[in-house]
Nanobody, 125 residues
Framework: VQLQASGGGLVQAGGSLRLSCAAS????????MGWFRQVPGKEREFVAA????????YYSNSVKGRFTISRDNARSMVSLQMNSLKLEDTAVYYC???????????????????WGQGTQVTVSS
């Protein structure tokens, strides 16, 4: 499956952005989908994940209550709605997919087989 992330940009603190991840090559309904982010010099950080059906969502503590992950399997699309953005949310955001991952490993980047190219999110003061 090929993943294409989009929607990043420059936004002021307190603002909102919506990231999208379009999948092609295979239907995404069989994949757990995740969002991660990375800043230079740091490891890739888990942001959110959503189960195959969309019935379960998981978030890092740093974004819980501010970000919402959702999916549309018919359109092979996963989104990340980001509200109340903070300076520390600045990063390159990546979407990821995996067929076999179990919930215990949703937050572990190495457990995902497929990655998008990343989209830059910059939050300014």
């Amino acid at each position: 499956v090929q993943l294409q992330a989009s929607g990043g940009g420059l936004v002021q603190a307190g603002g909102s952005l919506r990231l999208s991840c379009a999948a092609s090559g295979r239907t995404v309904s069989g994949y757990v989908m995740g969002w991660f982010r990375q800043v230079p010099g740091k490891e890739r950080e888990f942001v959110a994940a959503i189960t195959r059906s969309g019935g379960g969502t998981y978030y890092s503590n740093s974004v819980k209550g501010r970000f919402t992950i959702s999916r549309d399997n018919a359109r092979s699309m996963v989104s990340l709605q980001m509200n109340s953005l903070k300076l520390e949310d600045t990063a390159v955001y990546y979407c990821a997919a995996d067929q076999k991952i179990i919930v215990s490993y949703y937050s572990v980047p190495d457990q995902y087989d497929y990655w998008g190219q990343g989209t830059q999110v910059t939050v300014s003061s």
